[in-house]
């Protein structure tokens, strides 16, 4: 069973930046891609960004592409996304998962397809 928290939201105006943390108990993390989504009110849960077990793959929903970074640090077991030019259509609350797998590569933009869920952090952006 993998626990994840997440960390690092809050308030900030359009234009500004916030890093999320997502913190992984398992020690194995190294193991797991792991990926960022997120759902704002009345909306559906959408996809944000994957990174791959080893960080060398990413994928981004086009509406962040250029503005958010996926990033992984396997040693202190913490997936991070840097959010930049923030704007209020990125208002949400933000969930890290993480899901198994033997490839290195593999990345799922996919929500159903992951094991674990963080419990989210709200990122408010005001115009």
């Known amino acids: 069973q993998v626990q994840l928290v997440e960390s690092g939201g809050g308030l900030v105006q359009a234009g500004g930046s916030l890093r999320l943390s997502c913190l992984a108990s398992?020690?194995?993390?190294?193991?797991?891609?792991a990926g960022w989504f997120r759902q704002a009110p009345g909306k559906e849960r959408e996809f944000v960004a994957t990174?791959?077990?080893?960080?060398?793959?990413?994928s981004y929903a086009e509406s962040v592409k250029g503005r958010f970074t996926i990033s992984r640090d396997n040693a202190k077991n913490t997936v991070y996304l840097q959010m930049n030019n923030l704007k209020p259509e990125d208002t949400a609350v933000y969930s890290c998962?993480?899901?198994?797998?033997?490839?290195?590569?593999?990345?799922?933009?996919?929500?159903?397809?992951?094991?674990?869920w963080g419990q989210g952090t709200q990122v408010t952006v005001s115009s």
């Open positions: 998962a993480a899901l198994s797998t033997k490839t290195m590569k593999f990345a799922s933009t996919q929500w159903a397809e992951y094991d674990y």
């Open positions: 990174i791959g077990r080893s960080g060398g793959s990413t």
């Open positions: 398992e020690r194995t993390f190294s193991t797991y891609a």
